[in-house]
């Protein structure tokens, strides 16, 4: 498959929002690297049954646990937050974050309020005092603004194992919360109250169609019909109940005669007999001539 410059583009952008979203949204600085085993694993899968690319990318796996698992907690953040400076003004709309909420109209990624907090922190709300000593005091709590819960297991940093983190997947394939969690909303109760247009509606798609009946048909609003084949049984049945007496009928009835009536041939006939006459007679050269002979006569006068 080939793309223009225009497709590529797009999917460079969708790509740099993807692991834009990816970085901002990781619980811990370290955890980049459980997205990066995400990835890992996911190539592995692709690669299982060819082992020469199998064995490549075990030994990159390798060698990012060997150079990276070494690093403090203050060098994750140095580089978490280096790469969320060089994405800063990445503000690209991608259908499928707006479709799941987690991104705003304006491109702007949105944080969750909710869930489990990261693994090795406590669920806020509690503040406590202590003295001197380092004996705790007093303790008082404060509302979060969001429901937090107890945080999740600690994925794997081994080769091979649980990540538990699901960043770093198949975006398009992982259940994200706004889908998973359902709730069963109440029924919405049936409105009974009558819709007042509804029978007027109705009455003028009658009139329309002209099937209505002469009770609910305006006087101020007159409907016609065109009789197209005589052999309608509409028509026969309108004819019937006109000659029963049962009064005028709805509509005034447009009869249109397919053959030609022979008076009004003649009369056409002998009108374009004048207009040949007429011609005949511009194109004879004596009009030409005495039209010539008044055009001297009156330069004569003059």
């Given amino acids: 498959m080939r793309l223009n410059p225009a497709s590529m583009d ?12 990816q970085v901002f949204l990781c619980p811990r600085p370290k955890d980049l690297l459980l997205i990066s085993y995400n990835h890992i694993d996911t190539i592995r899968e692709l690669v299982k049954e060819t082992p020469v690319a199998l064995n ?5 796996h390798r060698k990012i646990i060997e150079v990276y698992t070494s690093l403090s907690e203050g060098e994750f953040q140095l580089l978490r ?24 109209p304006n491109g702007r990624f949105v944080l969750s309020t909710s869930g489990p907090v990261p693994h090795g922190i406590e669920v806020p709300g509690l503040i406590r005092m202590f003295d001197d000593k380092g004996k705790e005091v007093t303790r008082s709590e404060f509302p979060t603004g969001g429901s ?26 992982v259940n994200h919360p706004e889908e998973t969690h359902t709730s069963k909303a109440a029924p919405v109760k049936a409105d009974d109250t009558p819709n007042l247009l509804a029978k007027e509606e109705l009455n003028q798609l009658a009139r329309l169609m002209g099937s209505m009946k002469s009770e609910s048909t305006p006087k101020s609003e007159p409907g016609f019909r065109i009789n197209l084949f005589t052999t309608d049984e509409e028509e026969e049945e309108e004819e019937a109940r ?5 009064g005028e009928p709805l509509f005034g009835v447009i009869n249109i005669q397919a ?40 330069m004569d006068q003059l």
């Fill in 10 to 21: 797009r999917l460079y952008e969708l790509m740099i929002m993807a692991f834009k979203y």
């Fill in 56 to 60: 490549q990318v075990e030994e990159a």
């Fill in 81 to 104: 937050q280096t790469l969320l400076i060089f994405l800063q003004d990445s503000h690209i709309r991608v259908s499928l974050f707006m479709k799941n909420k987690v991104q705003n």
């Fill in 148 to 173: 937090y819960t107890s945080p999740i297991r600690e994925g794997s940093f081994e080769l091979h194992g649980d990540r538990v983190i699901r960043l770093g997947l198949n975006m398009y394939t």
């Fill in 242 to 246: 006109t000659a029963g007496g049962a």
């Fill in 259 to 298: 053959m030609q009536d022979e008076q009004f041939a003649t009369q056409l006939a002998q009108i374009a007999g004048q207009f040949a006459d007429e011609g005949e007679q511009s194109d004879n050269p004596g009009s030409s001539s005495n039209k010539g002979d008044d055009l001297l006569d009156m």
